[in-house]
């Protein structure tokens, strides 16, 4: 099975902060990641795919990088709405699986 | 619009079993992979299964593998999972989820249910 591990598990920022989180695969999944955004008490949210596919109506502060091992997830400049929970998964491979998370705090 | 509705969670007891379903109100349900994904409180994601449009292919994280069932019923735009010899560990709020694009396997999903919370506890 592929282990997925996010760095760092929590994080404090600002707004206007750009912040930047990583997602490492336990072996290479080529392009095949995903990210989402979750807020508590609800659904995640779809936000990248394809390691770097804007999905539609995301605000383009938001990006993706990377592939093989390492992805990344930047938000260029925080905003009050982006507080939230994300979340890489590969799809490379069943069983899929997701990393274990990244806490976006206010600093 | 894709819209997904879950529905059978509950508190049952260690061993026993519950079945979860999906109503998707879209037209093109059957046109598309359909997964469940679950969250034990206070935890992360956890990928459970998914299913082919047809219901022909499906598969399973390790730790539910020979205890869980997914199903579809196209017909009624309904997905299933049965879930047999429940465990603590299978406590969670289950999601029903649906695909991005139509037609083959995307892997990510797009349509998210609000969630059956399921508890199992003695």
């Known amino acids: 099975d592929i282990q997925m591990t996010q760095s760092p598990s929590t994080l404090s920022a600002s707004v206007g902060d750009r912040v930047t989180i990583t997602c490492r695969a336990s072996?290479?999944?080529?392009?095949?990641l995903a990210w989402y955004q979750q807020k508590p008490g609800k659904a995640p949210e779809l936000l990248i795919y394809?390691?770097?596919s804007l999905e539609g109506g995301v605000p383009s502060r938001f990006s993706g990088s990377g592939s093989g091992t390492e992805f990344t997830l930047t938000i260029s400049s925080l905003q009050p709405d982006d507080f939230a929970t994300y979340y890489c998964?590969?799809?490379?491979?069943?069983?899929?699986?997701f990393g274990q998370g990244t806490k976006l705090e206010i600093k | 619009e894709v819209q997904l509705v879950e529905s059978g969670g509950g508190l049952v007891q260690p061993g026993e079993s519950l079945r979860l379903s999906c109503t998707d109100s879209?037209?093109?349900?059957?046109?598309?992979?359909m997964t469940w994904v679950r969250q034990a409180p206070g935890k992360g994601l956890e990928w459970v299964a998914n299913?082919?449009?047809?219901?022909?292919?499906?598969y399973y994280v390790d730790s539910v593998k020979g205890r869980f069932t997914i199903s579809r019923d196209n017909a009624k735009n309904s997905l299933h999972l049965q879930m047999n010899s429940l465990r603590a560990e299978d406590t969670a709020v289950y999601y029903c989820?649906?695909?991005?694009?139509?037609?083959?396997?995307?892997?990510?999903?797009?349509?998210w249910g609000q969630g059956t919370l399921v508890t199992v506890s003695s």
């Open positions: 394809k390691a770097s």
């Open positions: 998964q590969q799809y490379y491979t069943y069983a899929y699986s």
């Open positions: 299913i082919k449009q047809d219901g022909s292919e499906k």
């Open positions: 989820a649906r695909d991005k694009f139509d037609g083959y396997s995307n892997g990510f999903v797009k349509y």
């Open positions: 879209g037209f093109t349900f059957n046109k598309s992979w």
């Open positions: 072996q290479s999944i080529s392009g095949w």
